[in-house]
């Protein structure tokens, strides 16, 4: 733990290591993304993307750069960071490092919304906003049923679980239900794709991030540090927990809405960001600010995968997070299990 | 020490879990500069009455009061400055060393410009060395022994600098040296620092030995209240728990010793 300390008696603590792979990751991040808006059908090299990102270039450019490429890449930072973000929230609340969207039932919740606009018909916005809206009811459905004098980690991930195996149900019947075509469109949106993001869908996640990431870096941080403790300590030291961990879920539920709303449900990215955040900082805690860099970079890395390991042929971004994310998980528990400490 | 003074009390509470209730119409006092020790069976109610004075239970009806004011008429954080608590069960994160567990304890005392002061910093060593858990600041708290972390746990509530003090049950699951080294710890706190602590404990004995006051309850009731030496007689320990036994002087400190009856004599006393 490092101290800056000002005269006027103001003090910030910092790690300078998890500093160091928030900044990292997110450099990482930016490169990626630098390589990704080059690539494709009308090559660029990373000196051509500056300079038109910064307002030079052809028309042509103009357009490739800032329509078609950079939205994708926007989408897909946003994407990472927010699901990392919300990823580390719930595995920090339920004290359980399964305790990611994915399992606990908001991103099925999502995908239940989007799939009852493909079976009813209705346009890519209509289908976020359901996305929204389905994750959103899921997570006050759970939230009812956990709730007893405040909600409980496993309470929460159980009835999560459960949610989970019926919305599972629900999204298989309304798939089959749906035209042929509207199904292979819903399939798609199902694993998580970048494929043809623009501004529009960048857009309203960009505004829900910018106002939650900040109240929950600055606001919530610190006392969701002291929630590790356990409720009792955590109320002896002054937080409202209750309160608090409300705050916190909404957030969490919002930002995974918003981000399946842009992508589709992309799997893994909750889970497995806050991990890797974690190995890399060594730090004990909810490392926020590392893990949505790694989330970030996660994604960019993933869709650049997506879009360019088989030549001719681009596969949906879930796919990629899918066998990278669950790939990691079993390495690292066949790691943990190793080193005796599973 | 003023007698009669109290800073924290509960008027007329009634505490009740949802619809189960624990305690009607209880009052108590915690006089100031004491170390005051609740007893009971189990059930009888003295953790509830624990999270009521510390404010982690709203009372359904009554009310506590600390410093004269309703403690669900001040927020968390401003109570957290006045009144500390040690749970029975705290969970300590993976990997974290035993000086930045004591740190957390400096949480209401920190706002997000005012991270770490000197302050903070002289209170945490501070209390790491009234806990003598200052040469383990560096180790990991997953490799403590359970009285080694025990003391760690006491060294955050001491950071927490609060006039008050309050423990549930402080020496649970410690072998009989531990307890005892928790108990002088406690009772050295509340001479040497002038801080008033409040503990819920299981044993009689520990209890008359170190409490300056006793608050004796069944049933969600206060059964008696005071002295040690004046409330520990054999009749309230058959009224409060049912137990049969003789009180005699503890020889080493004079305080009420509680020796249960035997089921079968050994030999008929002289």
Known sequence: MSVLRTPGGLSVRFRPRALAVGAGAALLAAGLGLVAVGSG??????????????GGGTPAEQFIVTELRLPRLVTALLVGAALALAGTIFQS???????????????QGASTGALVVV????????????????????????????????????RLILVGIGVAA???????????????????????WLTGSLDGRGWANAGPLLAVTAVLAPLVLFG???????????????????????????????????????????????????????????????????????????????????????????????????????VIGGGYLVWLLAVERRAGRL | MHPGSTRLGGTALTLAYDRRVI?????????????????????????????ALSRMLRPSAGAVLLDGRDIHDRSARSVARTLGLLPQSSIAPDGISVAELVARGRYPHQ?????????????????????????????????????????????????QQTP?????????????????????????????QGRTLVAVLHDLNHAARYATHLIAMRDGRVVAAGDPATVVTADLVHEVFGLPCRVIDDPETGTPLVVPAARRRATEPA
């Open chain 1, 41 to 54: 059908d009308y090559p660029m090299g990373p000196a051509d993307v500056l300079r038109t990102l910064t």
């Open chain 1, 93 to 107: 609340l339920v004290r359980n490092p399964l305790g990611s969207p994915d399992i606990l039932g908001f991103t």
């Open chain 2, 164 to 192: 008050l003090l309050l423990l549930d049950e402080p020496t649970t699951y410690l072998d009989i040296a531990h307890q005892i080294e928790i108990l002088d710890l406690c009772a050295r706190l509340h001479e040497e």
């Open chain 1, 220 to 322: 919530c941080a610190p006392a969701l540090r002291m929630m590790e403790l356990g409720d009792d300590t955590a109320s002896a030291l002054g937080v409202p927990v209750r309160r608090l961990r409300l705050v916190l879920l909404a957030s969490a539920v919002l930002l995974v809405s918003f981000a399946a709303a842009a992508a589709g449900p992309v799997s893994f990215v909750a889970l497995v960001a806050p991990h890797v955040a974690r190995r890399l900082t060594r730090a004990p805690g909810p490392n926020l600010l590392p893990s949505m860099a790694v989330g970030a970079a996660l994604l960019v890395g993933a869709d650049l995968l997506a879009q360019r390991a088989f030549a001719g042929h681009q596969l949906p971004v879930g796919v990629v997070t899918g």
């Open chain 1, 119 to 154: 079976v009813l018909g209705g346009g890519s916005l209509a289908l976020a906003g359901a996305a929204v809206v389905g994750g959103l009811a899921t997570g006050l459905v759970i939230y009812a049923l956990a709730w007893r004098r405040g909600v409980h980690g496993y």
């Open chain 1, 166 to 188: 019926i919305l599972t149900g629900v999204n298989g019947y309304l798939l089959t239900r749906a035209p042929l075509m509207d199904a292979a469109r819903a399939v798609l």
């Open chain 2, 111 to 159: 706002g997000l410009l005012r991270q770490w002061s000197r302050e903070d910093e002289r209170v945490v060593q501070e209390s790491m060395a009234a806990t003598g858990v200052d040469d383990l600041a560096d180790r990991l708290v997953d490799e403590l022994s359970g009285g080694q972390r025990q003391r760690v746990w006491l060294a955050m509530a001491l950071a």
């Open chain 2, 23 to 51: 305690a009607e119409n209880l009052t108590v006092a915690v006089p100031d500069q004491s170390f005051t020790v609740i007893i009971g069976p189990n059930a009888c109610g003295k953790s509830t009455l624990l999270r």
